[in-house]
């Protein structure tokens, strides 16, 4: 990963309110050069408002924000010329086709040779075959990566996304992520907002989690973790004597006994190495399991662990 | 030298925006129907089927109509410029333009540039018909000339409208129903039926609304007769209501940005 130590975005006690609701209150942080940056919230936690103040649709009440050493409200026009925005729906024009929405964008970012950059572009988001069909044909994920594409052009130096699978097939959505994580390798700074913990997790090098327009926690993804309350998984058997017995030889998970239904509860870090551990024990021990629920940590828990703490504290 | 670049960079952006959405209207079949298709129906429908019976002082029903249809033509195409423009804001389109480094004043006068282009072709075509119904004007090049300055006013007029109601709408739905003001007030005019046929009251409205003196205005120039005090009072009327729409509609979208 290339990446170096450079702040390419600095916020700064940044605040916006629509009439009496506050939206951000006085939220801070910075995002270096190359990196991917999450910012990762539940609806109406202020990410969209966030990334608008960011990408100079909106004005912030207080506060700054600085891309590049170029203020977003004092320098609106240089920032667009190193910005790029992904709206949180594909904003692509049905109407067109797939070739012909990239060549626009491309015309209107001034490129020096907007078909030759377009065509580049639509095979690096494999669509290249379907370039000459309407959009109105193309499925959700086709759309986001053509929405994608339309923001690569130019080749700009920072690029936001507004929660750029939300919507998606798991598939589409895996796609999606390797071409961010492509875009980060190849140097661009990705800003990207989402309501996955797990997609952050797995994307991004630094997270600050957003809830109620406040910054409520900030870190790498382990950072993060060992915030989060324990995973659990539910095991669930035929008969009475074999939940007994599974409670013996599982002690260590600190199991708990819901004897009417036949089921315990085990605690476990959410390793696919635990889980395997714990089921090949009952293997060989001949008690089949008939039932297996695993209880993830939502963003909810996350959320409501650190409120918790906070107001705890 | 820089404002030399800028402007260049202003015309390009336009024309960007104009050919984008000239393609979009070219391929959308229920644009071309209600747009084009329709505004000639009704004429064939007037000129036909009602046309016999209504009596205007004009030997020909259809050079009494024409204007009307005209101007039907282009406040319909309008509410296709609202339609547009407010589905673009709603889809996020106007954002990923707005965050790029597009001219401010090409995002919308693109928009009121395509529907001057747009309703020049779809009233030329609305003019063809209508000589084929018969429509036999007699006015010299001056009149026509006229003629053309108001109806250039007019789409003008019209289209910033349309650009002001897509701002000002809270839905696609809502920005295009002013569309049926318009055409509410094309009905309460002398549009297709003189006013003195009327009751008071609404003849009153119908003769003081602006609609009518244009109508007035236009039918008497391509018909070759003298056009009086109607000339004035609605380029005034066009010039004032395109003024008041165009700051408007720069102050809303100028004020949505903040």
Same mark, same amino acid.
């Given at each position: 990963?290339?990446?170096?130590?450079?702040?390419?975005?600095?916020?700064?006690?940044?605040?916006?309110?629509?009439?009496?609701?506050?939206?951000?209150?006085?939220?801070?942080?910075?995002?270096?050069?190359?990196?991917?940056?999450?910012?990762?919230?539940?609806?109406?936690?202020?990410?969209?408002?966030?990334?608008?103040?960011?990408?100079?649709?909106?004005? &912030?009440?207080?506060?700054?924000?600085?891309?590049?050493?170029?203020?977003?409200?004092?320098?609106?026009?240089?920032?667009?010329?190193?910005?790029?925005?992904?709206?949180?729906?594909?904003?692509?024009?049905?109407?067109?086709?797939?070739?012909?929405?990239?060549?626009?964008?491309?015309?209107?970012?001034?490129?020096?040779?907007?078909?030759?950059?377009? $065509?580049?572009?639509?095979?690096?988001?494999?669509?290249?075959?379907?370039? $000459?069909?309407?959009?109105?044909?193309?499925?959700?994920?086709?759309?986001?990566?053509?929405?994608?594409?339309?923001?690569?052009?130019?080749? &700009? &130096?920072?690029?936001?996304?507004?929660?750029?699978?939300?919507?998606?097939?798991?598939?589409?959505?895996?796609?999606?992520?390797?071409?961010?994580?492509?875009?980060?390798?190849?140097?661009?700074?990705?800003?990207?907002?989402?309501?996955?913990?797990?997609?952050?997790?797995?994307?991004?090098?630094?997270?600050?989690?957003?809830?109620?327009? !406040?910054?409520?926690?900030?870190?790498?993804?382990?950072?993060?973790?060992?915030?989060?309350?324990?995973?659990?998984?539910?095991?669930?058997?035929?008969?009475?004597? !074999?939940?007994?017995?599974?409670?013996?030889?599982?002690?260590?998970?600190?199991?708990?006994?819901?004897?009417?239904?036949?089921?315990?509860?085990?605690?476990?870090?959410?390793?696919?190495?635990?889980?395997?551990?714990?089921?090949?024990?009952?293997?060989?021990?001949?008690? &089949?399991?008939?039932?297996?629920?695993?209880?993830?940590?939502?963003?909810?828990?996350?959320?409501?662990?650190?409120?918790?703490?906070?107001?705890?504290? | 030298?820089?404002?030399?670049?800028? /402007?260049?960079?202003?015309?390009?952006?336009? =024309?960007? /925006?104009?050919?984008?959405?000239?393609?979009?209207?070219?391929?959308?079949?229920?644009?071309? #129907?209600?747009?084009?298709?329709?505004?000639?129906?009704?004429?064939?429908?007037?000129?036909?089927?009602?046309?016999?019976?209504?009596?205007?002082?004009?030997?020909?029903?259809?050079?009494?109509?024409?204007?009307? #249809?005209?101007?039907?033509?282009?406040?319909?195409?309008?509410?296709?410029?609202?339609?547009? %423009?407010?589905?673009?804001?709603?889809?996020?389109?106007?954002?990923?333009?707005?965050? /790029?480094?597009?001219?401010?004043?090409?995002?919308?006068?693109?928009?009121?540039?395509?529907?001057?282009?747009?309703?020049?072709?779809?009233?030329?075509?609305? #003019?063809?018909?209508?000589?084929?119904?018969?429509?036999?004007?007699?006015?010299?090049?001056?009149?026509?000339?006229?003629?053309?300055?108001?109806?250039?006013?007019?789409?003008?007029?019209?289209?910033?409208?349309?650009?002001?109601?897509?701002?000002?709408? =809270?839905?696609?739905?809502?920005?295009?129903?002013?569309?049926?003001?318009?055409?509410?007030?094309?009905?309460?005019?002398?549009?297709?039926?003189?006013?003195?046929?009327?009751?008071?009251?609404?003849?009153?409205?119908?003769?003081?609304?602006?609609?009518?003196?244009?109508?007035?205005?236009?039918?008497?120039?391509? #018909?070759?007769?003298?056009?009086?005090?109607?000339?004035?009072?609605?380029?005034?009327? %066009?010039?004032?209501?395109?003024?008041?729409?165009?700051?408007?509609?720069?102050?809303?979208?100028?004020?949505?940005?903040?």
């Amino acid at each position: 990963m290339v990446q170096t130590k450079e702040t390419i975005i600095a916020i700064r006690d940044l605040q916006k309110s629509y009439k009496d609701h506050q939206v951000l209150n006085k939220i801070n942080f910075s995002v270096k050069k190359g990196s991917i940056f999450a910012l990762l919230g539940s609806n109406g936690a202020g990410k969209t408002t966030t990334i608008k103040i960011l990408s100079t649709l909106l004005k &912030p009440d207080k506060g700054s924000a600085v891309i590049n050493g170029l203020d977003v409200t004092k320098k609106a026009e240089q920032v667009r010329e190193i910005i790029s925005l992904t709206g949180q729906y594909a904003a692509v024009d049905e109407g067109l086709t797939g070739r012909e929405n990239v060549r626009m964008i491309g015309k209107l970012r001034h490129v020096t040779n907007p078909n030759k950059e377009a $065509d580049a572009l639509l095979g690096k988001v494999n669509l290249l075959e379907a370039a $000459d069909n309407r959009v109105a044909t193309y499925s959700g994920g086709m759309r986001r990566r053509l929405d994608l594409a339309m923001s690569l052009l130019g080749n &700009p &130096p920072v690029i936001f996304l507004d929660e750029p699978t939300t919507g998606l097939d798991p598939q589409s959505r895996l796609s999606m992520w390797q071409m961010i994580k492509e875009l980060a390798d190849s140097g661009t700074t990705v800003f990207l907002t989402t309501q996955y913990l797990e997609e952050a997790d797995y994307l991004a090098d630094q997270i600050s989690i957003l809830n109620q327009g !406040e910054i409520v926690a900030e870190g790498t993804s382990q950072d993060l973790k060992k915030l989060l309350p324990q995973g659990h998984i539910e095991l669930g058997f035929h008969h009475e004597e !074999e939940v007994g017995a599974a409670f013996s030889l599982l002690k260590e998970f600190n199991p708990s006994i819901n004897q009417e239904s036949h089921k315990i509860v085990l605690t476990t870090d959410g390793s696919i190495k635990q889980m395997t551990d714990m089921l090949n024990r009952l293997d060989q021990a001949g008690i &089949p399991v008939a039932e297996l629920t695993q209880k993830q940590p939502t963003l909810e828990d996350v959320f409501l662990t650190i409120i918790g703490e906070k107001e705890g504290a | 030298m820089e404002k030399v670049s800028s /402007m260049k960079s202003q015309f390009n952006d336009t =024309k960007v /925006m104009i050919g984008r959405s000239m393609r979009l209207s070219f391929r959308s079949l229920d644009t071309m #129907i209600t747009t084009i298709a329709m505004p000639i129906m009704i004429m064939f429908v007037f000129v036909y089927v009602f046309g016999g019976a209504i009596e205007t002082g004009y030997e020909n029903y259809v050079n009494y109509l024409v204007p009307a #249809i005209i101007l039907m033509t282009i406040a319909t195409g309008g509410t296709y410029t609202s339609v547009r %423009l407010s589905e673009d804001i709603h889809k996020g389109i106007m954002d990923r333009l707005r965050s /790029m480094p597009v001219a401010k004043s090409s995002l919308l006068s693109g928009y009121v540039w395509t529907s001057v282009v747009f309703n020049t072709l779809s009233t030329l075509l609305v #003019i063809i018909f209508a000589f084929l119904m018969g429509f036999s004007p007699n006015a010299n090049v001056g009149e026509w000339l006229l003629t053309l300055v108001f109806l250039f006013l007019f789409t003008l007029a019209i289209s910033w409208i349309s650009v002001l109601s897509a701002l000002l709408a =809270k839905s696609v739905e809502g920005a295009a129903s002013y569309g049926y003001l318009v055409l509410l007030l094309l009905f309460i005019s002398s549009a297709f039926v003189p006013t003195d046929s009327m009751p008071k009251w609404v003849r009153l409205f119908a003769e003081n609304q602006p609609m009518t003196s244009i109508l007035e205005a236009i039918r008497n120039l391509l #018909i070759g007769e003298p056009v009086g005090d109607n000339i004035w009072i609605s380029f005034l009327w %066009l010039f004032g209501l395109l003024v008041v729409t165009y700051i408007a509609s720069v102050q809303v979208f100028k004020h949505k940005t903040s």
